[in-house]
């Protein structure tokens, strides 16, 4: 008598299957599964989610590839996909947008929703939620500078957010292409280089707010420009980054109807800003933006992306653990994000926040514990010691020539006590420099294979 198969592994294969909206090759389904399983067993238990009529199969030998079934799938992702707790408000929410569009209201962009919202009186997170998300946010350290938290785990944030929202937009590389993509510039193979891009323009975004996290704000700059690096490269009109929309847009899937009229889109767009400006908690500005930003679509396109990392805004200055939406499964926060367009409800968003939080939360604390205590004076000299570091190797420098440029710079930047150490310092990184840790400074695998022919030779 056949052994019966685990229910579990089998809902974990039909989600994975499911975030790929052209259907998922074997390989990839490797790729995305959490737990190591024989290939032999993984082909029996997708034949098996095909038999059940779970999935559907396309194409013959190698270039077999697995869909997800509407109806089902999409139901196994959200229902059993995650252990994401929902609240009865929530679930009413997820029951509505499940239907089909025909059995849905259509409906136009509301200003009443926006207008309704009055910062510091109305709170689309309880005060329970709030107390929540802060005492485990909060790390354990002594006060610091706007960014110090985001800047001690940005090397796993930025693989981690990059790929995540990525992924929410259909984006199919594997977590370890997206490593490869950032780490070594290498473009994963059988991708197309749209989704290289959009992974390489969030590492860009990224690194804006991290960098500039005492200058950033819910304003034109910070909001624009967020906008254009995210949207680099991506637009079929080149002109419409970082510009505001002036064309109609329309939403897949939905019976949402955007506004249309430029003139009200900008000042709309206005009203939602110095809205988002005035809220005091960080937790109800971040999740205000990812309400309010994609519901106006404010940009031709990529607007989910801009709201996604806009929210890691207020959490990035004061310093909380960041938001990187890690295990959200793609049908739960679109069908999430659709009951914001058609019914102005945020309960069903709300309940993603609060749970992609928590574990965002938990993640980032054993990542910063598993660093330890960063060194103050590197990170007092974070921005000098990776600039210094990256003009010598684009330049490139030879020893002589770097010792030369390291001196001026310490003498030029740096106070006179320190001078000393922050040579030494310089001078071990470049001694240390191999091709797995250039990338932390901004050098393409050309510019350091450059420098680091001539530098072994001197």
Known sequence: ????????????????????????????????LTVTVPRRTLQYRLHALVDAGRLRMSGQRRGVRY????????????????????SPEGQAVFDYIGQPLARRRPV??????????????????????????????????????????????????LIDLAWNSSRLEGNTYSLLDTRRLLDFGEAAQGHGQREAQMILNHKDAIEFLVTNAEDIGFNRYTILNLHALLANNLLADPTAVGRLRHIAVGIEGSVFHPLELPDQIVENFD??????????????QAFFMMVQLPYLQPFDDVNKRVSRLAANIPLIQANLAPLSFADV????????????????????????FLWAYERSAARYAAVRQSLGEPDPFRLQYRDTLRDTIRDIVRTPMN????????????????????????????????????????????????????????????
């Not at 739960?332 to 993603?352: C, F, P």
Request: glycine share 6%; net charge negative; charged share 20%.
């Open 399 to 458: 020893r002589q020539a770097a010792r030369a440029h390291l001196t001026s710079v310490a003498r030029e930047a740096i106070p006179g006590t320190d001078q000393d150490p922050f040579i030494e310092i310089v001078e071990t990184e470049l001694l240390g420099l191999h091709e797995g840790n250039f990338a932390r400074y901004q050098v393409r695998p050309s510019e350091f294979h450059t420098w680091f022919e001539g530098w072994q030779t001197i």
């Open 67 to 86: 869909h997800a079934l509407n109806a089902s799938v999409a139901s196994i992702a959200v229902d059993n996909g995650s252990d994401l707790p929902r």
């Open 329 to 352: 499964p793609n049908d739960l926060y679109a069908r999430a994000t659709l009951g914001v367009y058609e019914l102005n409800d945020v309960a069903a968003l709300r309940d993603v």
């Open 108 to 157: 136009g962009y509301s200003r009443a929703f926006l207008e309704g919202y009055r910062p510091n009186e109305t709170f689309y997170l309880g005060q329970v939620h709030r107390d929540r998300l802060a005492a485990i946010g909060r790390p354990q350290m002594e006060a610091a500078p706007a960014g110090t938290y985001a800047k001690q785990i940005l090397n796993r944030l």
């Open 1 to 32: 008598m056949a052994r019966p198969l685990p229910n579990d592994a089998l809902t974990a294969i039909a989600a994975i299957v499911a975030r790929f909206p052209d259907g998922a090759a074997l390989t990839e389904i490797e790729a995305a």
């Open 271 to 284: 009203q939602l800003l110095a809205s988002a400006s005035a809220i005091r908690d960080p937790f109800e």
